[in-house]
T-cell receptor, first 109, second 114 residues
Framework: GESVGLHLPTLSVQEGDNSIINCAYS??????FIWYKQESGKGPQFIID?????DKRQGQRVTVLLNKTVKHLSLQIAATQPGDSAVYFC????????FGSGTKLNVKP | DTEVTQTPKHLVMGMTNKKSLKCEQH?????MYWYKQKAKKPPELMFV???????INESVPSRFSPECPNSSLLNLHLHALQPEDSALYLC?????????????FGQGTRLTVV
């Protein structure tokens, strides 16, 4: 089956710094990936997606990088803010969405 | 409207009760999903509906019974649950199953089984 995992379970950063959250996946057939943000007591919220024919995609303050060779993707958050504190999940689409184990981002003021 | 609406937000039920969780979307999505999420864990897929038909059941116990009455609604009927079934139940929808488009999630129903 699909395995999507994260390297760091908890990440603490200073407000204003950049954050990098990593994710590894095992199914080379996955061709679509999403990063979700989940705040306490809420459902996952879409942040950014990337298709396998791309290696980089930028949004507002966020960038997703995809390295298909090593089956790795990352989420970069620029100028991290207290409102970015949440758990971040990567998800890979095979025949269904598989979620990674999540990284908790703590932003220190 | 990019919302997936789930009701109720919170539910406490006894092990002999029968209750239902409801999910609604009006985005014209033809794929709808139920996920179960325990604390500090990622969502785990339970069921997938495609065009109102059950397409994936991830070996979920029969005490959970999904229903898709129409393309906008998804229900999860609960009966004879166990305390370990307490979790956040998330509904999601996407345009089509296995299509490269995002899945939109509801805010979830926090279920406590006593």
């Amino acid at each position: 089956g699909e395995s999507v995992g994260l390297h760091l379970p908890t990440l603490s950063v200073q407000e204003g710094d950049n954050s990098i959250i990593n994710c590894a996946y095992s199914n080379s057939a996955s061709d679509y990936f999403i990063w979700y943000k989940q705040e306490s007591g809420k459902g996952p919220q879409f942040i950014i997606d990337i298709r396998s024919n791309m290696d980089k995609r930028q949004g507002q303050r966020v960038t997703v990088l995809l390295n298909k060779t090593v089956k790795h993707l990352s989420l970069q958050i620029a100028a991290t803010q207290p409102g970015d504190s949440a758990v971040y999940f990567c998800a890979a689409l095979g025949d269904k969405f598989y979620f990674g184990s999540g990284t908790k981002l703590n932003v220190k003021p | 409207d990019t919302e997936v609406t789930q009701t109720p937000k919170h539910l406490v039920m006894g092990m002999t009760n029968k209750k239902s969780l409801k999910c609604e979307q009006h985005m014209g999505h033809r794929a709808m999903y139920w996920y179960k999420q325990k604390a500090k864990k990622p969502p785990e897929l339970m069921f997938v509906y495609s065009y109102e038909k059950l397409s994936i059941n991830e070996s979920v116990p029969s005490r959970f019974s999904p229903e898709c009455p129409n393309s906008s609604l998804l229900n999860l009927h609960l009966h004879a649950l166990q305390p370990e079934d307490s979790a956040l139940y998330l509904c999601a929808s996407s345009q089509r199953v296995a299509q490269n488009t995002e899945a939109f999630f509801g805010q979830g129903t926090r279920l406590t089984v006593v």
